[in-house]
């Protein structure tokens, strides 16, 4: 099974070869995960984008993902996107090389690595708490948002 899935399209709303990381908008751990990757996502690499979000639901039915319940983080480029650990991965792999490290974990086999991440993921709320709507993002890291243009 190849760790990426692949749409007959390019994702909407993306610029060829941009990449965007969709993650949960009102979870305390993935806004958490989301600062972690503006502060050191230095050159740019990564855009971000809630699944609460329109541009977030557009891109999640792109996919044929869940629009209404989706408890996973995703990472899409282009035609491709990928889910769970293996969009983990994904971001791990655009970050500087001092975090190279955490790509060794990958030697784990996805069912495992995949069994983890779903622990945590349907536990998260409880866990690490939950926001009631969606936090906005800093003026200086608004950039950093996918945008629709409307």
Known sequence: ??????RPTPAPLLNPGETVVLFD??????????????RHDR?????LASVQSPEGQALLAWAG???DQFDSMAVI????????????FE?????????????????FPRTL?????????????????????CLLPDPDHERRFLKAQL
């Open 43 to 47: 050159q740019h690499r990564m855009r």
């Open 113 to 133: 690595r995949d069994w983890a991440y779903d622990r945590v993921a349907l536990n998260r709320y409880r866990i690490f708490g939950k926001y009631d709507t």
């Open 65 to 67: 993902l869940p629009v």
């Open 77 to 88: 480029r282009d035609r491709h996107y990928w889910v769970r650990s293996d969009a983990v």
């Open 25 to 38: 908008g009102v979870c305390k751990l993935c806004n958490g995960w989301a600062r972690f990757l503006i």
């Open 1 to 6: 099974m190849p760790t990426f899935r692949i």
């Open 91 to 107: 971001v791990i792999a655009l970050l500087p090389d001092r975090w190279w490290p955490f790509r060794l974990l990958r030697i």
